[in-house]
């Protein structure tokens, strides 16, 4: 059996084993445990009681988190020349229509999200095979796909975020980066909770949030008590 480094003892004495600590506690615990040397992510892990597989339990939706992600997003708008401008002011990196759609298909992808308008989606359904396993399809469900793409563009700056629960029941984002405070880590992961109970579909039974767990890039997992968040 391999010996524990010196970071790695420190951290097993600072997380109990099987113990479910308050949201307010593990927000300045995961601060305490992350031993990278670069600003690690910080991820989220919540586990449903639904069943994915029936349209009628699928938990998907959008949150802007108040204290940002904590990370550069790069923001490309397929719009008309008429909101071009618009889209720029509001933070857009890039914007334009038939030049972009001919970058991504031969290949460029240098974005994290794309906001378009419903009068765009005839030349950007298509794009569906180079966007869609990358998770960036626009999608009018999660805000991407809208008349208004200066607001859009300016939520997406400021943190807002989309989710889905995967097939297995669980929600995995990224809801900001070790070097905030543990207050802003504490007001993200509450807004993104409380927005899945938000969403807590009718047909679902039993327990609701069956496990969260907060972590960092490499970090050990720590158990929130759902009770702590509610």
Known sequence: MSKLTKN????????????AYTLK??????KEIT???FDASLDIDVRLGVDPRK?????????????????????????????????????ADYAGLDEYIDKIKGGWLDIDVIITMPSCMGKVGPLGRFLGPRG??????????????????????????????????????SIGKVSMTADQIFGNAKEF????IR??????????????????TMSKGIKIDPKSVE
Do not use: W
């Open 8 to 19: 790695q003892k420190s951290v097993a004495e600072k997380v109990e084993a099987g113990k």
């Open 25 to 30: 506690e593990a927000s300045e615990l995961v």
């Open 35 to 37: 031993t990278t040397k």
């Open 55 to 91: 349209a009628n339990q699928m938990v998907r939706g959008v949150v802007t988190l108040p204290h940002g992600t904590g990370k550069t997003v790069r923001v490309l708008c397929l719009c008309t020349p008429d909101q071009e401008e618009a889209a720029k002011a509001a933070g």
């Open 136 to 173: 960036l399809m626009p999608n009018p469900k999660s805000g991407t796909v809208t008349m208004d793409v200066a607001k859009a563009v300016a939520d997406v700056k400021q943190g807002k975020i989309d989710f889905k629960v995967d097939k297995a029941g669980i929600i995995h984002s």
């Open 193 to 196: 909770i409380n927005t899945i």
């Open 199 to 216: 969403l807590k579909p009718a047909a679902a039974k039993g327990t609701y949030l069956k496990s969260i767990f907060i972590s960092s």
